[in-house]
């Protein structure tokens, strides 16, 4: 149990002591040890050389009020149970289903939730050896297995996700640093498969499967050097996100096949990735300790966060904490309680609104609205960290609000995110070393405008926009290419991804640790060249927008930071009436968020025959 336990080393000093709540702005959040989730036997898991515990939630609507449901694998064991969350305690002497594999260990999953009900559920799971498996735990069974022979590839499978408003196509990646898009109601073939080449760009390439029949894989993607290590949709399901181990950001049109930008770790590898609510900015994290948020609009750096003493595994948005509000900026005074009045939460239910807001909030100069972002994240070294991200940092040319969260700015004022104020640039500027000074319209900030965040940057952004603008009619016909190549006969949902008109070619070429920088293009015919056109050490990226210096962005404090497991952490899901972290010990705890438990402390709470009160 994780319950008042101290690390080994330390002697039980504060430092050490496993956290059961902690406090924000908001309130108290709490740790229910009644509802925790692991395996019957709650004996902690030996961890040695196994993949991470991982967790996946879907909702059956069934009629009870309680249709939430998990799924989560330890070792070689996969678990499927019904998911009481803040209103009764856990009980794991009955899962609903428990599968044991051997040879191979389960290293990730994924429910559908558009065809989830009280009766069916389609669950896929990734494993060690590259197969996916999709199955049915509600009615037990075992639909089909993919890759079966390890003929499409044979690493580990790193990430699986259903595509977004689909019922059928699902994407995969690999360690091999290919991803592959599947439709389940296609067969994988008995020989290896042929590929011929779609799309090819910086670093990346895309093929579509030669077969007299449709088979699986519908597409091929090869991405970066080495291991994908996550990816993620962003919420309208148009744009991919891809973190790999090579330490670069990938950001693709998904139904355009092209890549929208890029983005290099400070060091090391980057390890995961998540989007915003509104789909206006990326968080990733990784091997540097770092969490880094990159502006898609503008494809660049504007923030990093330092809280970790280690690898970062997980990162999310809350968007249940994320707040919009259309009137001034508040003044943060008096207790968490009078400040969780003021807050305006939104749900999946309010994102629409949410988002029109946020898009009046970045189409004018007036401050009708004021947006603080959460984010959260944790990592190997068992800490949780909470984020705010505050419009301090998304728009630093108004007026300062006071600041909602500890920000260090380190001399750093970058150009707002979105903004178009800059009209004429040199384009044969590479690493942004130009002041900027006489930039029109922002001569107010130029004289602490960093290196790397300098004009001449955005200003090339916001060329290659316009520049592909003008292509955007060619668009259409890539995407139907795809349609009719590559997604056949049968496969009507792949219509769902629409032809996004926004066909912006941010190439970042990404190579070898080892290759020296060769000649840095300059054709004034678009910016974005000049970044991609080399033979680019990772290491000569520091101070270009791919990775700007740490002093040239903002850099965030976390609002938290706790220590809440013995071993690393590996799951990190803002729910509504809490949020579930989970480690590799393969104990799934669930946070009650301020509010939901009444007035029980956590001794009142443990006694409780039921584990938690509403």
Known sequence: MLISKMAAEGGGKEMNEIKTQFTTREGVYKLLTHSEYSRPNRVPFNSQGSNPVKVSFV?????????????????????????????????????????????????????????????????????????VQLIDPIKKETSKLFNEERLIDKSRVTCVKWVPGSESLFLVSHASGNMYLYNVEHTCGTTAPHYQLLKQGENYSVHTCKSKSTRNPLLKWTVGEGALNEFAFSPDGKFLACVSQDGFLRVFNFDAVELHGTMKSYFGGLLCVCWSPDGKYIVAGGEDDLVTVWSFLDCRVIARGHGHKSW?????????????????????????ED??????????????????????????????VSVTYRFGSVGQDTQLCLWDLTEDILFP??????????????????PPAGATIITHTSSNTTNGNNSGANTPGINSLSSTLPRSNSLPHSAGTTTATVNNTNKAGSGGGIGSGIMDSAIATGVSKFATLSLHDRKERHHEKDHKRNHSMGHISSKSSDKLNLLTKTKTDPAKTLGTLLCPRMEDVPLLEPLICKKIAHERLTVLIFLEDCLVTACQEGFICTWARPGKVGLLSSQNQASSPSGTVV
């Open 312 to 336: 970062v595994s997980v990162v999310a948005f809350d968007h249940y904490t994320t707040s919009v509000e259309e009137s001034d900026p508040m003044e943060f005074s008096g207790s968490d």
């Open 397 to 414: 040319h108004l007026p300062l609000s006071r600041t909602r969260t500890h920000t260090n700015v380190m001399n750093a004022t970058s």
């Open 59 to 131: 909702n059956v609507n069934d009629q009870s009020g309680n249709g939430d449901r998990i799924c989560f694998n330890v070792g070689r064991e996969l678990y499927f149970y019904i998911y009481k969350g803040v209103r009764k305690a856990a009980d794991l002497s009955k899962p609903i289903d428990k599968r044991i594999y051997k040879g191979t260990q389960p290293t990730c999953h994924d429910f559908n939730h558009l065809t989830a009900t009280a009766e069916s559920v389609s669950l896929l799971v990734g494993f060690s050896a590259g197969q």
């Open 339 to 368: 400040f969780q009045d003021q807050m305006i939460h939104f749900g999946r239910d309010r994102a629409n609104s949410t988002q029109s807001r946020l898009s009046k909030r970045n189409s004018t100069d007036s401050r009708p």
